[in-house]
């Protein structure tokens, strides 16, 4: 009988409102923006509000990343001091980087400093050959690896499972934006979406070369033993080391991320409850094999609150 703290993936831009909220009503949360700021030197209106022009979409994935961070730390600041602690934790993508920084196994300024530096993007050979991603929309009981295993430049990237009502399995797609194009168009209406705007080909092995570059820049932080079980989302398996916890923010970049693996570990840890800390409309949309409460605003607290009382959670 547990609570768990599950973060999100990062946004190409996140809907700031309930942050906002957060922002004003609670110091631990300016705190939390100001740090990131301070560590970044990024602004904090802009972390927070997310409305500057980029001059790219490298950029703006890492500003929103950075704000996406503040606002998760922040805001899990606030239910800690609530008394809603977690006894475990899990992730997708940067929500387990954060997971980690929340269970002990990394510190704040080196998880805001590495998000700085953002994601390597080096000239390929065929840097002719645009990336992208694309949501994918499959039966409930579809194996989404069987789907694309015989398509060149198409991997999955991303599966969260089923959506709330539990009719469709959803899964992101990444690789090669003329391969996933090809697949989308011999795919029933609908099914598959490629995205525009989008030209990052994240967790795939299109991002190799990225792992290698930010490789010693992970080896140099400081890693410790987590004081809480990381649920991992790169293969279901809790992670319970320094090494385990450096040697996932090395492969994040490259390795599909799942939050099917997340739930199962959770669930398998015993979480009777889930706090879904932070804006994400894609967390928010999916089925959780426990209750789950999202808090992405301060009127999400009272729910919050009440659910540990009515699931009798020990905390």
């Known amino acids: 009988m547990a609570l768990a703290s599950v973060f999100g993936t990062n946004l190409f831009k996140y809907e700031p409102g309930g942050v906002i ?143 709330a009502d539990g009719r469709i399995r959803i899964v992101m797609l990444s690789g090669y934006r003329d391969a996933l194009e090809k697949y989308a168009a011999e795919q029933p209406d609908g099914m598959v979406t490629v995205t525009e705007g989008a030209d990052l080909a994240v967790h795939c092995p299109l991002r190799e070369t990225a792992r290698q570059h930010s490789r010693p820049h992970i080896d140099a932080l400081t890693f410790s033993d987590p004081v809480l079980p990381v649920c991992s989302c790169l293969e279901q398996r809790t992670l319970r080391t320094a090494d385990e916890v450096r040697a996932m923010f090395v492969d994040n970049v490259v390795r599909p991320i799942s939050l099917v693996h997340v739930n199962q570990e959770l669930k398998r840890h015993g979480a009777q409850l889930a706090l879904v800390v932070g804006p994400s409309p894609v967390m928010n949309a999916l089925r959780y094999p426990f209750p789950a409460v999202f808090v992405d605003s301060p009127a999400a607290l009272p729910r919050a609150v009440a659910a540990v009382f009515e699931h009798g959670v020990a905390l």
Request: proline share 3%.
């Open 21 to 163: 909220d957060f922002y004003d009503g609670y110091p631990v949360v300016r705190e939390s923006f100001a740090q990131a700021a301070a560590w970044t030197g990024i602004d904090v209106e802009l972390l927070l509000r997310q409305n500057a022009e980029h001059a790219d979409q490298a950029e703006q994935i890492r500003v929103a990343s950075i704000g996406l961070a503040a606002a998760q730390l922040g805001i899990q600041d606030v239910l800690v001091a609530k008394g809603l602690r977690p006894a475990m934790v899990g992730g997708l993508s940067l929500g387990g980087l954060v997971g980690a920084c929340v269970a002990g196994a990394v510190g704040r300024r080196d998880l805001m400093e590495l998000l700085a530096r953002g994601e390597h993007r080096p000239e390929r050979d065929d840097a002719d050959r645009a990336e992208g991603i694309a949501s994918a929309y499959l039966a409930r009981d579809a194996d989404p690896e069987s789907e694309v295993a015989d398509r060149d430049g198409v991997y999955v990237s991303s599966d969260f499972g089923t959506d």
